[in-house]
């Protein structure tokens, strides 16, 4: 039942929370453990709150072949390479799943989605005002054969 | 940006999600029971909210809230009751 609600978030929210599990930033290699609570809205059936255990697990190193790889159960895999001036170039692969998948009630009977495996690349841009990203996926799997663009700040 | 042991992450932003992703998570495909109802290209505003609370050298709570906004070609399809998303979080971690 929990498990397409992070559809949408598992691009967004859980994604910023695992890589801040690596706060403050170290050198190296950093691993984290964690356990959570996630409640999350459905726009499919509305006023239906689901509340759901999270498992965070995450690898980061910042040492390897000159970049840094992040493998985690939220944010699916990256590496990524910091240029001067504060430019991070990026690829990554991770996974979506619609919140049709298995929504509760009628409305969604007779509906099936696979789960997406997703590919992109993102650019981060550090500045004293904050973080500016964009980047870019699309499906690999067939699941949906679309993309998606996301400007950040 | 650090508040005494706690550390907070604001984020806004928008996703621009092609016709077939709207459809994936959205949408009513061909194989499916029902009229079939593709969602066209559309533009999702989103905004984050993650705040870190250093328990110790090695914990930290975490807190993370989440929200997007969906359009009318999203919420014009007859499976969608609600036009927006939300999404909170409350976790702790060990890190190493």
Known sequence: ?153 | MPFGAWTVEPSIGMHYRSGGLGTYLYGIEAGDDGDPFRIDPHIVPFATLTAGFELSDHWTLLVGLSGEYLPDAVTDCPLVDDSYTATSVLGITYTS
């Open chain 1, 1 to 153: 039942m929990s498990r397409h609600k992070r559809s949408y978030s598992s691009l967004g929210l859980l994604t910023v929370m695992s890589l801040a599990t690596t706060w403050p930033v170290q050198a190296e290699a950093v691993w984290a453990l964690g356990i959570g609570l996630e409640l999350a809205s459905s726009p499919i059936e509305k006023d239906d709150v689901d509340i759901s255990p999270v498992l965070i697990a995450s690898y980061e190193n910042d040492d390897v072949l000159g970049g840094s790889l992040a493998v985690g159960t939220t944010e699916g895999i990256s590496y990524g390479r910091l240029f001067p001036g504060g430019l991070t170039i990026s690829a990554f692969l991770d996974y979506r799943l619609s919140p049709l998948d298995d929504a509760d009630g009628a409305v969604a009977d007779g509906i099936d989605r696979d789960v997406a495996i997703e590919i992109g690349g993102r650019v981060d841009y550090l500045t004293s005002r904050g973080i500016f990203s964009a980047s870019i996926l699309g499906d690999v799997s067939g699941a949906h054969d679309g993309a998606e663009a996301t400007l950040a700040y």
